[in-house]
């Protein structure tokens, strides 16, 4: 009889989870003390604070929600709303549709609010191309800029790099992570991507999304203009992040302040100089840099990482509103937060990369063994041998499944949506 009505429960939190429209803010709840299973302590839970409504094209329908992908990292990760270490301060109420801290060194994630909910990335996807092609490319290398470099879309953010111009890519790197520049991203995407070029990159940085781990990243263009079925989430950020500043020339570009773009002198283009628009390296005392971004879509996102007293923590935002503060700010706030925290203090953990390499999930895959990855212990995961259901209980959470993703299919339609800046 306790067997059944686990069974039951467990059916209707999958259930719960598979009908929650995309993008609902959480319901509000009174916050909770509860038992962490990765080994990292209690935890505790609650609704994440409000984001103020603003006028934007529509979200697009997300993946269908997977308890697999959503558990990575540690059970206590997979919600939609607040989680803390037990009898950690507040974290500040920042207008962010999710967010995430953590340990750049240990992996241990601090706190989070939403950390795996889809959300649509902009410019931070930045970030995902430079993990993906600074191993493959050389810096010193002398390159030439492509009319399909600079097709952009009007009015985003660009370097002001010419048809034409000749560079060496490491001026292209400091373009993309200084200025944001789409052109930058073309042209790296396209240089990394072999005989298939921009294409051929974009498929690179999915690749290396799954062998990070960021499970629920999908990129459709290399620069992070919104593109439909693109998608990422605050722990996936995290796990891309921590790869960029476990490189030596990423750390030196990112941390860059002012950087001169080469004159062409065949194509009477004078020399200029571009500046870092991350405030963070600027404004707050071991800032070590980090990425921000933004489109009418995917509204203010940011990533920003800091070392104080021998601790390297670093945060990422998505969906964010500037509303008394600006993404860098929000950022700012967060960081302080988690250096507050004791070292020990965690939630969960950031996967190793390749820890869950493996095919591709299918519909039908079985999920990885260290899927819910949230200790060093392998989870399995059909879960405790007490709670398996038999053949009838079986049969029966198969017709649930099936009633619960008709009735997803016939609530959500999908939309395109185009943002104007990245």
Known sequence: MRTTSRIVA????????LLSPAGTPAVAAPARTAPDTTGTGAVTTGPCPPVPSVSRPPRPTPPRADPAQRAVGGAALATPG????????????????SWLVADLDSGAVL??????????????????????????????QVVTMTAGDLDIEPGSSAVGLVEGGRYRIETIWLGLLLKSGNEAANALARLGGGPDGQAGGIRAMNAEA???????????????????????????????????????????????REAVVPAQPALREKAFQIQNDNQLLYRYPGALGGKTGYTDLARHTYVGAAERNGRRLVVTLLGA?????????????LLDWGFALPRAAAVGRLVRPGELAAPPPTATATPPPLAAAGGPARVDPLGPRWARPGPLAGAALLLLGATVVGALAGRRRRRAAAGRRA
């Open 82 to 97: 607040l989680v803390t270490p037990a009898g950690s301060p507040a974290p500040p109420a920042v207008p962010a549709t």
């Open 210 to 256: 799954h062998r990070l781990g960021a499970l629920q990243t999908h990129a459709v263009t290399p620069s992070g203009l919104d593109g439909p079925g693109q998608f990422t989430s605050a722990y996936d950020l995290a796990l891309i992040a921590r790869a960029c500043f476990a490189d030596a020339n990423f750390r030196r570009y990112d941390a860059t």
């Open 10 to 17: 467990a059916v209707a939190a999958v259930a719960a989870v």
């Open 321 to 333: 509103e500037a509303t008394d503060r600006r993404g860098w700010e929000q950022g700012a706030a």
């Open 111 to 140: 706190g989070g609010c939403g950390p795996h909910e889809y959300a649509t990335p902009a410019s931070v996807q930045k970030l995902l191309l430079a993990a993906t092609m600074l191993p493959r490319l050389d810096p010193r």
